[in-house]
């Protein structure tokens, strides 16, 4: 496809292709999420028979946990199921991330766990829902315990992904549960008694168990939650029970609790709920301050004739507010978060070498080259599988880069997108790939040699780029195609690979051995994705590709438009 000779200053024309690859990133997540926003996570009784035979309905989710109750046909409490969503949606394993029911008995108690929905890749899930040892290892966790964080082992061949899976199980897992005993979720009426002003309730973003109250301008005015499940074990004189508890809009002060429920004797509670001192005793106080508080040094004393019940009550504050003051500690530097694993060190070795052999006259040298294959296709290859595709280019764009679970990957991708467009570098294709460094021992191993005649050799070239013109409608459409199944690199990590992946990948390198670089020439979407990058010097103008690419994203546009009609 040759280009037309129209020149453009080389600055302007590297940001171009940059800004075209930004743009599809960015149509590829909005639509992604607008699909996912259509979708919605509604769950199906019939998802949950397996564990619950007699189950006949499901109880609405609890706005502030996403618990949901599972009854029978008289309305008996079966059991809980929670969705790891959406928790779980920036928790990315290779190429995206994978919503999970976990359902638990009526006590809390997890009895299975089952993916409802992955983006992650087919081949990698395939391999993850045979391995029945990695769902076990959930099992007798309970729903709000935050004490227990059981080692659970990465399933084989899929590490990424199953280790993110069992991440968004315990995040909801560790977050606040639902209540059999007060089941009913916070109403906007209610609030109205402590904040008049109040016009809707909405979660608050990475609050777990609180509501933003808003007014009719939509400003925050509070935050709002409730002591229950928190105080459901904390017995006064006969029983638990529930307390509203507003905070000021940053979350860090008790403005004012009032009553919702309880269990003790209606004399008792009557009594309390009267006594305006005590009911305003606790106001003022930090979450952090309340949730230490020690009740005999601070001299709070319980409503005479009602004391256990008015005990009871505080130190059901005192421990959400403890759970409050835990939840609010600030996240810790970004750097901190990001999982290293051993095998890293040797990828961060495979890298050096090929920058190595990417910059300096090293490629040169006939054992610097052997070297180097062996470490690309041994290490980066067969045991690491370390590689970019479409379909990990695909899934980062819908959801976001996996930069906390796999840094390394998320480095060879920086590096085969910026060094062709900075420094005018092969460095994936030439330097990185291994199986472009398999492709490369294979070449001239046979005496005969197929010639490709010249006008064949033109048309096949034009095959990368419409397979990834077909994936970005595959992605822009939400279609459930298989995109790894387009590419060989998958089938590297072999113990998981479909056979899709495996037949490009055997027929690419067998046509390697009759032209050399058969497969990197005629087949590679990812290949021509980063021909597109790269910058090839003052030589280089603004051709078909670049109108090409202009085009798509226009097309794109167009697709996201009349899709959302």
Known sequence: MPDAPSRLNPVFLRLYRA???????????????????????????????DFYPNAASLGPRDPDTGVQRVLDGSGIVLGMVAQTTPLSDKIIGY?????????CDAQGKVIGVRVLRSDDTPDHMAEIIRHRPFFNSFKGLKLGDTSSRPKVDAVSGATLTSTAIAEGVLR???????????????????????????????PAKDRAG????????????????????????????????DTLMVLDPAGEKLVGIR???????????????ADSYFMNLFNGMSMQKLGTLDFAEAKVEGVSGATETSWALAEGLKRRAAQLATAATPAPPWYTRITWKAADWGMLVVLIVSLLMTFTSLRGKRWMRWVHHALLIGYAGLFSGAMISQGLFVGWARHGVAWQSAPMLVLV????????????????????????????????????????????GKALEKVPWLLLIFILVVAMFGLEVNVNALEPFDAWL????????????????????FVPMA????GCPTGALLKFVRYAGHGDAFGKRDVAALVLVFAAVGMLYISRM
């Open 95 to 103: 190429s995206g991330p994978t919503n999970t029911l976990i359902a």
């Open 413 to 456: 991708a920086a590096l085969a997108l910026i060094t062709p467009w900075l420094w005018r570098r092969g460095f994936y294709c030439h330097h990185y790939c291994p199986h472009g460094a398999l492709q490369q021992v294979l070449a001239h191993r046979l005496k005969w040699q197929l010639k490709v005649p010249h006008k064949l």
């Open 494 to 513: 072999f113990r998981v690979a479909g056979w899709g992946t495996i037949t490009v990948a055997i027929t690419g390198l067998v046509a390697s051995l």
């Open 172 to 202: 909801r897992l560790g977050q606040q549960g639902t209540s059999l005993r007060f089941p009913d979720a916070i109403t906007l009426e209610e609030v109205k008694t402590l904040v008049p002003e109040a016009a809707t309730l909405t």
């Open 259 to 273: 009553l919702r429920k309880s269990f003790d004797t209606k004399d008792y509670v009557a009594d309390m709920a």
């Open 519 to 522: 497969y990197c020439r005629y």
């Open 19 to 49: 800004g075209i690859l930004v743009a599809i990133a960015w149509l590829m997540h909005s639509q992604h999420r607008w699909f996912m926003a259509q979708e919605g996570s509604t769950l199906d009784v019939s998802r949950i028979r």
């Open 210 to 241: 609180m509501q933003d109250v808003k007014d009719t301008a939509g400003k925050v005015l509070a935050l709002v939650t409730r002591t229950s499940p928190a105080s459901d074990a904390i017995v006064g004189y006969k029983g638990p029970a």
